[in-house]
């Protein structure tokens, strides 16, 4: 067995973010106005090539970023707490044939959960297994999805997201359920 760690990018965010200032509405009002930022960090997609095939876990993000309406512009994280750099051929998809892997190769994606810094690239899975839980597809779907912060991917025309639970990162304290 062999685990690659795949880098798709970087990404810079408030160090009160990280550092978790403040509790409920103050931790977000004081992640908007720090002038802070970090240094770029790298997103992360992982592949593990196991005997009955690779898995993936996580997507990392996708290029789509630096697109003008890729993020709603109405949100107040995408607009004052993020900065990516992505470009087309750092998408998990270009990486994974670096390695020799091909789509089909791919056996299952496990995401886990719904930012688009761990589910940007599902588009180069169209045709594979998703592993998701029903609480974060559940907040994900509808027009609240955005809101909360989650992101949807397209396969086979119609909008689907997907997600396993992580505590630290969703603010979930939850096991996820697949």
């Known amino acids: 067995m062999k685990i690659h760690a795949i880098q798709t990018g970087t990404v810079a965010i408030k160090t009160r973010q ?5 509790h409920g509405i103050r931790r977000q009002l004081n992640m ?9 960090l790298p997103i992360y997609a992982f592949a593990i090539e196991h005997p009955e095939g690779v898995i993936v876990v996580d997507t990392g993000e ?22 990516e750099w992505v470009a087309p051929e750092d998408e998990v998809g270009p990486q994974l044939q670096l390695l020799g892997i091909r789509p089909t190769d791919v056996r299952t994606v496990v995401l886990t959960h719904l930012h688009t810094d761990h589910a940007g690239g599902l ?7 998703i592993l998701v839980s029903r609480e974060d597809l ?17 396969r086979g025309g119609s909008p689907r997201p997907w997600s396993i639970s992580h505590p630290v990162h969703t603010g979930r304290s939850r096991r996820a359920t697949s």
């Not at 908007?32 to 770029?40: C, H, I, S």
């Not at 559940?138 to 397209?154: E, F, I, M, N, Q």
Request: glycine fraction near 10%; proline fraction near 7%; aromatic fraction near 16%.
């Open 123 to 129: 588009h180069h899975f169209p045709h594979n297994e």
């Open 138 to 154: 559940h907040d994900a779907s509808g027009r609240l999805g955005r809101l909360r912060g989650r992101t949807t991917a397209s």
């Open 18 to 22: 990280v550092q978790g200032v403040g």
């Open 32 to 40: 908007y106005f720090d002038r802070e930022w970090t240094e770029p």
């Open 62 to 83: 996708t290029a789509r970023t630096s697109d003008r309406d890729y993020f709603p512009r109405w949100h107040p994280f995408f607009r004052y707490g993020l900065r």
